[in-house]
T-cell receptor, first 111, second 113 residues
Framework: QKEVEQDPGPLSVPEGAIVSLNCTYS??????FMWYRQYSRKGPELLMY????GNKEDGRFTAQVDKSSKYISLFIRDSQPSDSATYLC???????????FGKGNQVVVIP | DTGVSQDPRHKITKRGQNVTFRCDPI?????LYWYRQTLGQGPEFLTY????????KSRLLSDRFSAERPKGSFSTLEIQRTEQGDSAMYLC???????????FGPGTRLTVT
């Protein structure tokens, strides 16, 4: 079992819909959680960073962490075609510095 | 702040050749990381530096791989005797010591033929 599970299945949504992405993890030492956006053939771009259970909002993006269930989510409201990309969850255990990534979710927003 | 830069962006090499990649981190960042990403997968950690000291290496980093960060500024990643399995995107990231947020460069795409 991988430390971080992210269902890589492509997700297609119409413009304006809410995109919902999630990851589960097995290592309870994970304390810091991030979401990255990666366009094709580019490096990952940091979108959201959080370290506590609960919600964190930044514009159209909301990151949610539930440490008791070892589950994190990213919601994108009012999705735009420019949101079409691969979204990667990543996390770091306490006292460490290596990011552990999920496989990524490819999202396509259809105009 | 010009972000993390990597050079070259693309490299095609023949099996058995040596290749070297360069990463320039964000100027005030004293931590620098190398990751490798293959198609359809998330990046996998290879190694990281704090200033010039290499503090951690993944078991993915075989003895054909070597990384340096002289003077704690830019870093190089060298792969000796390349194999087809080395074909991947090599990503560099940097961060401050005080945070866990890592910022990535555009990557170097390596193709071994």
């Amino acid at each position: 079992q991988k430390e971080v599970e992210q269902d890589p299945g492509p997700l297609s949504v119409p413009e304006g819909a809410i995109v919902s992405l999630n990851c589960t993890y097995s290592n309870s030492a994970f304390q810091y959680f991030m979401w990255y956006r990666q366009y094709s053939r580019k490096g990952p771009e940091l979108l959201m960073y959080t370290y506590s259970s609960g919600n964190k909002e930044d514009g159209r993006f909301t990151a949610q962490v539930d440490k008791s269930s070892k589950y994190i989510s990213l919601f994108i409201r009012d999705s735009q075609p420019s949101d079409s990309a691969t979204y990667l969850c990543a996390m770091i255990p306490y006292g460490n510095n290596r990011l552990a990534f999920g496989k990524g979710n490819q999202v396509v927003v259809i105009p | 702040d010009t972000g993390v830069s990597q050079d070259p962006r693309h490299k095609i090499t023949k099996r058995g050749q040596n290749v070297t990649f360069r990463c320039d981190p964000i100027s005030e960042h004293n931590r620098l990381y190398w990751y490798r990403q293959t198609l359809g997968q998330g990046p996998e950690f290879l190694t990281y530096f704090q200033n010039e000291a290499q503090l951690e290496k993944s078991r993915l980093l075989s003895d054909r791989f070597s990384a340096e960060r002289p003077k704690g500024s830019f870093s190089t990643l060298e792969i000796q005797r390349t194999e087809q399995g080395d074909s991947a995107m090599y990503l560099c990231a940097s961060s401050l010591v005080s945070t866990y947020e890592q910022y990535f460069g555009p990557g170097t795409r390596l193709t071994v033929t």
